[in-house]
Nanobody, 123 residues
Framework: VQLQASGGGSVQAGGSLKLSCAASGRTFGNNAMGWFRQAPGKEREFVAAITWSGARKDYADSVKGRFTISRDNAKSMMFLQMNSLKLEDTAVYYC?????????????????WGQGTLVTVSS
């Protein structure tokens, strides 16, 4: 499975961006998928995850109410709509495929990763 994250860019605080993650190869399968981010000098952290059906979604407390994760299995795509962006949302965002069906919060439980897309929020 190859994952390609895109959609990052520079935006002012309060603005919005929509990230995309495209899968090729064996595609998503029935696996849960997730978004993580890594800010400069910090460890990679969980942002959001979604099951195959989309019936369950989990979010980090820091993004709840502002970010929305979704997926289109027919197109092998996953998305992260980010609204009301804050300075602290600045990071490289990575999409990943969970090792199984359920949502995982640890990056160690993901087996495939995209290359990352940079989101920069400025004041």
């Amino acid at each position: 499975v190859q994952l390609q994250a895109s959609g990052g860019g520079s935006v002012q605080a309060g603005g919005s961006l929509k990230l995309s993650c495209a899968a090729s190869g064996r595609t998503f399968g029935n696996n849960a998928m997730g978004w993580f981010r890594q800010a400069p000098g910090k460890e990679r952290e969980f942002v959001a995850a979604i099951t195959w059906s989309g019936a369950r979604k989990d979010y980090a407390d820091s993004v709840k109410g502002r970010f929305t994760i979704s997926r289109d299995n027919a197109k092998s795509m996953m998305f992260l709509q980010m609204n009301s962006l804050k300075l602290e949302d600045t990071a490289v965002y990575y999409c990943g495929r969970s090792r199984g069906l359920v949502i995982r919060l640890s990056q160690n439980d993901y087996d495939y990763w995209g290359q990352g897309t940079l989101v920069t929020v400025s004041s």
